[in-house]
């Protein structure tokens, strides 16, 4: 698992299946999950409450127990690195622009039809909310 796109795909997935299976986050990541992976699953898990906190906040006439938990995980994934871009110490961070684009091509290959445009929607709202924040307007 060598590109970073994979890593983070593999994030959620551990994500995902930790959420479902309530089974712990390290026994559901890849025996040969990348620190990057590990890291990034364990800070999109210990920074659950402030992406749900958005999610729910722009997922208009959505409550957050009705979003399928692979989108809901892709998105935290995704939020994690918007709002913690040095949350995997070392590592040169991905742009929130390109962290939303990786999370609409996940969702578009294994979400459903409607997932993308939901993904979309919510992380591009969540960012200018981050953003408006960040300069001192929210």
């Not at 986050?25 to 699953?41: G, M, Y």
């Not at 692979?70 to 961070?93: F, Q, S």
């Not at 609409?104 to 408006?132: H, M, S, W, Y």
Request: proline letters at 6%; one cysteine or more.
């Amino acid at each position: 698992m060598s590109r970073r796109s994979d890593q983070r795909r593999a994030a959620a997935f551990a994500l995902y299946q930790h959420e479902v299976t309530d089974r712990a986050l390290d026994d559901v990541l890849p025996k040969d999950a990348s620190r990057f992976t590990r890291s990034l699953a364990h800070a999109a898990d210990d920074y659950t409450d402030e992406t749900d906190e958005l999610i729910g906040r722009h997922a208009r006439g959505w409550s957050l127990s009705r979003i399928a938990p692979l989108e809901k995980a892709v998105m935290r994934i995704a939020l994690t690195e918007m709002l913690y871009p040095d949350v995997v110490p070392g590592e040169n961070p991905i742009p929130p622009e390109g962290a939303i684009d990786e999370a609409v091509e996940t969702a578009k290959t294994f979400c459903g039809a409607e997932a993308p445009g939901f993904v979309n929607g919510i992380l591009n709202a969540a960012l200018q909310d981050i953003r408006q924040t960040r300069n001192g307007h929210g």
